[in-house]
C-alpha cells in the first residue's frame, strides 16, 4: 500500500481562497483574491480579438497534427517582437530562441528544470514579497530560493537600496527573478534608472536574470511595460523570460505562454535552446496549438492587432479607473488612514497594508476575499462592489 501514508496537501493560498468563496452562499460576496480580470459586468469576458481569430482558425486549421517541442513557430516570432520590440540586437544577432510552453507557470517550471539540468546554477533570488507560487515552482525543480528586499512597507514604495544590498550578496551565477513589470503582488516597478543599475550589477556580480513576464500591457502599455526587459536585455549577456498571454490576451485557460533563452552568441543559444527542447519533451513531449495559434493569428494581422490594443486599453484603462474610485470611497466611508498610494501601483493587483486579522474579519464578517498577505485584485472591483468593499474595509480598520 503506497498511498495510506500521503498526507493531505495544504490549500493553495491563492486558488484555496477561490474554493472557499464559491463555497459561501452569501449573495454579495466579493472574489479579490486570483489576479482574473473582470469587465463592469463582473465577468471575464473573451476577447472579440481572440473570438475573431478563433472563427478564422475553425476554417483555416487543416490538421491537429502534433506541434515540434517548440511549439507554432509563427507564435514564437511574434512572442520576440512583443519582448524585444522589432529590431533588436538579441533577435538580429540570433541570440534569442522562443519555445511556446503552457501558461507563465509552465514556463517558469521549463526555466527552471533547464538551468538545473543544463546549467550550474542552484540558486534563484526572489523579491520580499513575491507571486505565491514562485517558491513552489523552483523548489520543485530544484532549485534553492533566497529573497532580496524589495518593499518597505512604512512608505509602500520599493527598497531600492536594500534590493541592491541583497543581489550583492548572491555569489556568481546565480538567477534573480525579475518582475517584467506590475509587479505581484505590490503593484510597484522599478524605474528606467533602476533597471540600468540592476543590469549593471547582474554584468559585476556574473548573475543571470529570470524575468517573469505576465502583464505585458496591464503598465502603461504594451511597449512601455517591456522597457524594464529590454534595458536588461541590452546590457547583459545572458538571461531568460518566461511570459504569459492569460491576463494580456484573457486566455487563461488555454495555457499559453512561452520561455525564451538569451545566450551571449548564436552557437550558445542553439545549445541551450536544444536542451530547453529536451526538457520539454520530458515534460509534455510538445504543447496544445490553440492558444499559440490564437495569439500569432492576432499579431499577424494590422486589424486584429489593433483590435487587441484597444481591448488591452480599456482593461488597463478599467482598472486605472477602480483603483482612483477605491481611494475615493475609502475616504467617504470615513477611512482617515492614507491609501493614494494604491493610485499609483501598477497592474492588476495592490498591496493594501492590511494585516491577517483584518483580512480574516473581511471573509468571515463580509464575505469580502483577499490573499493573507493583504493583496487585493483591484481588476476585480467594480462600481457594484466597491460599496460592499469599502464598508467592509472600512469597519475592519
Ligand atoms: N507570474 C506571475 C507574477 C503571475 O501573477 C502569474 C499568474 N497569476 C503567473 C506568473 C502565471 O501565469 P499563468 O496563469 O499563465 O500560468
Not at 495510506?4 to 483574491?33: M, W, Y
Not at 533577435?91 to 514556463?107: D, E, H, K, W, Y
Not at 484597444?310 to 488597463?316: C, H, P, S, V, Y
Not at 498577505?373 to 483591484?378: E, H, N, P, T, Y
Amino acid at each position: 500500500m503506497i498511498f495510506s501514508k500521503v498526507e493531505l496537501a495544504p490549500a493553495d493560498p491563492i486558488l484555496g481562497l477561490t474554493d472557499a468563496f464559491k463555497a459561501d452562499p452569501r449573495q454579495d460576496k466579493v472574489n479579490l483574491g486570483v489576479g482574473i480580470y473582470k469587465d463592469e459586468s463582473g465577468k471575464t469576458p473573451i476577447l472579440k480579438a481572440v473570438k475573431l481569430a478563433e472563427e478564422k482558425l475553425l476554417t483555416s486549421e487543416k490538421s491537429k497534427s502534433y506541434l515540434g517541442m517548440e511549439g507554432v513557430q509563427a507564435y514564437n516570432r511574434a512572442v520576440q517582437t512583443l519582448l524585444f520590440g522589432s529590431d533588436h540586437t538579441v533577435v538580429n544577432q540570433s541570440r534569442a530562441l522562443t519555445a511556446q510552453a503552457p501558461g507563465g507557470t509552465g514556463s517558469l517550471r521549463v526555466a527552471a528544470e533547464f538551468l538545473v539540468r543544463h546549467t550550474q546554477a542552484d540558486t534563484i533570488w526572489v523579491s520580499n514579497p513575491t507571486w505565491a507560487n514562485h517558491q513552489n515552482i523552483f523548489q520543485s525543480a530544484g532549485l534553492k530560493v533566497q529573497s532580496y528586499a524589495y518593499y518597505k512597507a512604512e512608505t509602500h514604495s520599493l527598497d531600492f537600496d536594500a534590493m541592491l544590498a541583497d543581489l550583492n550578496a548572491a555569489k556568481e551565477g546565480d538567477l534573480v527573478l525579475l518582475h517584467g513589470c506590475c509587479h505581484n503582488p505590490t503593484g510597484i516597478d522599478l524605474n528606467e534608472a533602476q533597471w540600468l543599475q540592476v543590469a549593471q550589477l547582474c554584468v559585476s556580480k556574473s548573475l543571470v536574470p529570470l524575468f517573469d513576464f505576465a502583464y505585458q500591457g496591464f503598465g502603461a502599455g504594451v511597449e512601455a511595460d517591456a522597457e524594464g526587459l529590454r534595458i536588461v536585455a541590452d546590457t547583459v549577456p545572458e538571461l531568460i523570460i518566461a511570459n504569459s498571454f492569460s491576463k494580456n490576451f484573457g486566455l487563461y485557460n488555454e495555457r499559453i505562454g512561452a520561455v525564451t533563452v538569451v545566450a551571449a552568441n548564436d552557437v550558445e543559444a542553439v545549445n541551450a535552446f536544444s536542451q530547453i527542447k529536451s526538457t520539454i519533451r520530458a515534460s509534455y513531449s510538445n504543447p496544445p496549438a490553440h492558444g499559440a495559434l490564437i495569439v500569432s493569428t492576432i499579431l499577424e494581422d494590422e486589424a486584429l492587432k489593433s483590435m487587441w490594443e484597444a481591448e488591452l486599453t480599456q482593461m488597463r484603462e478599467r482598472i486605472a479607473e477602480m483603483r482612483s474610485l477605491f481611494v475615493r470611497s475609502l475616504k467617504d466611508n470615513g477611512v482617515t488612514r492614507d491609501f493614494d498610494f494604491i493610485s499609483h501601483q501598477n497592474g492588476m493587483f495592490s498591496f493594501s497594508g492590511l494585516d491577517k486579522a483584518q483580512v480574516s474579519r473581511l471573509k468571515e464578517e463580509f464575505g469580502v476575499y483577499i490573499v493573507g498577505s493583504g493583496r487585493i485584485s483591484v481588476a476585480g472591483m467594480t462600481k457594484t462592489n466597491m460599496p460592499v468593499i469599502c464598508k467592509a474595509i472600512a469597519t475592519v480598520l
